[in-house]
């Protein structure tokens, strides 16, 4: 369940939109922090009544959407905020914190398993892996890594080169 439903947050938009503060509005209605109206304001400018609608909690998304984000923010030198609403994520946090991992891992820190372990049975006899089975699994992790780390520079390539052929059309179209 949400904090605010998607009632409360129509009432509090119009309210706003009809000339009341959202300082005003955030003691009305003992919201903390007078930010929390202003997000609010703003996803309902951008994208009307289904901006206000809370987001579910278990959204996955992919690394190279991660990328494409944090991309973007670089590119136009903006805010989380301002990144948040133009990917329309619910919170500007989710950005600080692929960019943190991303800053400590590389690539790889934008890869997440869900999940719990798969758990043993009682009775399973382990045996201790050989040597070569060790290796084996270490080189095929690391193909895996590699792999996906080749995948995702060939996405930012790619991107970058679309992003590089639209700052020269728009130069061209500067000169005349």
């Known amino acids: 369940m949400t904090k605010f439903n998607l009632e409360l947050r129509i009432s509090i938009v119009t309210e706003y939109l009809t000339g009341i503060s959202s300082i005003q509005l955030a003691r009305k209605y003992h919201i903390a922090n007078n930010e ?17 609608k809370p987001k579910p909690m278990n959204l996955e998304y992919s690394s190279e959407f991660k990328i ?17 609403l133009h990917f329309n994520l619910s919170s500007p946090s989710t950005i600080w914190q692929w960019q943190r991992k991303f800053d400590l891992e590389g690539l790889s820190g934008l890869n997440r398993v869900r999940g719990n372990p798969k758990t043993m049975s009682k009775h399973k006899k382990v045996t201790k892996p050989t040597t070569a089975q060790i290796q084996a699994r270490h080189d095929k992790n690391e193909l895996k890594q590699l792999k996906q780390e080749n995948k995702m520079l060939r996405i930012e390539n790619e991107f970058l080169k679309k992003l590089d052929a639209l700052d020269h059309e728009k130069s061209a179209h500067e000169k005349p």
């Open 68 to 84: 494409e984000v944090l991309n973007w923010k670089q590119q136009h030198k903006a805010s989380l905020p301002e990144t948040a």
């Open 36 to 52: 929390t109206i202003l997000l609010w304001i703003h996803r309902f400018n951008r994208f009307g009544i289904a901006g206000l």
